[in-house]
């Protein structure tokens, strides 16, 4: 057996989420578990032209997703602005051994079923209750059917999906410990490193989040990042954020090569304790209003950076990128119209989808 491999796993990956980096990390899981020493993973970025021809329009431009797709872990490698359907003349251009497809796709474009008639495919499990599609939906119909709280919404837009979907279950994500630890993989912050503590919400990860966690990584040797609970997060932003739950908002942070560790449900406010049992060194925050706009709190817990700031250990950074969640959502409302449509179609896919469901074993 050959001691290194090089493999491939393409997408648009388009609003990166916990179901794209669960594909790309059994991609490489599948083959370190069949012995090979080193597996170089190649991700495959469509252009933006190919979706649109194909999908609609993506939320997210290409330049993005490359940057977002380079910051994952896993990934050793990006191939940009691919076809939809991928040539098979990829394999020799990139020196590919493998490819690997979700369980939810059918073979498309001759790399994929040159890879299938040559024995070079893999396929892994699909994560359930997790799409681009469902994200686009969640914040078209204005649902809070992925939180616990509820209420009103002044923009009150509702997409065609949401009056034809009353009382259906969605599948939803499954985060299970072993999920959990397989995502996060070695992290334990050695005594006399230095933590870097990054509290936040870190919806709809995206570019400026990356670049913010790129500029925090800077200022020590283990970064622990802080992610609200849902109801923390609704309460101070409202509407129907997070438009992610805490858990699939906690898999795309470990997902991220400048992230070491998460704290699930991080208390508000950061407190001596919570200083010296994390042995956090510097507390960084990035431009945006939300915590400043939140220091006068909605619980009446006050200011959550108050103690780093007495302690002169708040650092505050400048990504340089001005994209926020706001931002990926604006994007969504401005295609509307077209999104609603391609909602129809992708519901009626995933419903198939479902119907006829296997089990997959995760790698």
């Known amino acids: 057996m050959q001691k290194e491999i090089r493999i491939f796993a393409g997408g648009c990956y388009d609003l990166m989420h916990a179901g794209h980096y669960n594909a790309l990390r059994q991609a490489k899981a599948t083959f370190l578990k069949e012995g090979y020493e080193r597996v170089h993973l190649v991700a495959g970025v469509c252009s933006d032209a190919a979706i649109a021809a194909n999908k609609g329009p993506p939320v997210v431009p290409h330049s993005e997703r490359v940057e977002i797709v380079k910051a994952c872990k896993w990934v ?14 990829l394999f020799d251009d990139l020196r590919i051994d493998f490819t690997v497809l979700g369980d939810d796709h059918a073979p498309g474009g001759s790399l994929y079923e040159q890879a299938m008639r040559t024995g070079k495919l893999r396929i892994v499990k699909r994560t359930e209750g997790m799409s681009t599609t469902e994200l686009i939906g969640r914040l078209m119909t204005l649902s809070r059917k992925h939180q616990i709280k509820s209420g ?3 923009k009150g837009l509702v997409s065609e999906l949401d009056s034809e ?16 630890v397989d995502f996060r993989g070695q992290a334990e912050a050695p005594a006399g490193h230095r933590v870097v503590y990054v509290p936040g919400v870190w919806d709809l990860f995206h570019v400026g989040h990356v670049r913010f966690l790129q500029q925090a990584a800077k200022h020590g040797d283990f970064v622990l990042v802080g992610a609200l609970g849902d109801d923390d997060v609704n309460k101070r932003v409202g509407r129907n954020f997070p438009l992610q739950t805490l858990h699939e908002r906690a ?3 470990l997902s991220c090569r400048h992230v070491s560790d998460v704290l699930l449900g991080s208390p508000w406010k950061i407190t001596q304790d919570m200083i010296k049992t994390m042995n956090i060194s510097v ?3 990035g431009n945006t209003d939300f915590w400043d706009a939140n220091r006068l709190d909605c619980d009446g817990l006050g200011d959550a950076l108050e103690l780093p700031r007495k302690l002169n250990m708040l ?7 001005d994209v926020t969640v706001y931002t990926m959502a604006d ?7 077209e999104y609603t449509v391609r909602q129809k179609k992708k519901e009626e896919e995933a419903k198939k989808y479902d119907e006829k469901k296997a089990f997959v074993a995760e790698k």
């Open 165 to 180: 979907n009353k009382g259906a279950t969605k599948p939803v994500l499954l985060p299970t410990i072993g999920r959990i």
């Open 152 to 154: 009103k919404d002044p």
């Open 251 to 253: 898999l795309s942070l």
């Open 283 to 285: 507390v960084c925050h």
């Open 331 to 337: 994007r969504i409302w401005q295609h509307a119209e």
């Open 315 to 321: 650092v505050k950074i400048d990504s340089g990128c």
């Open 76 to 89: 050793d490698e990006v191939a940009a602005d691919l076809p939809y359907g991928q040539p098979a003349q």
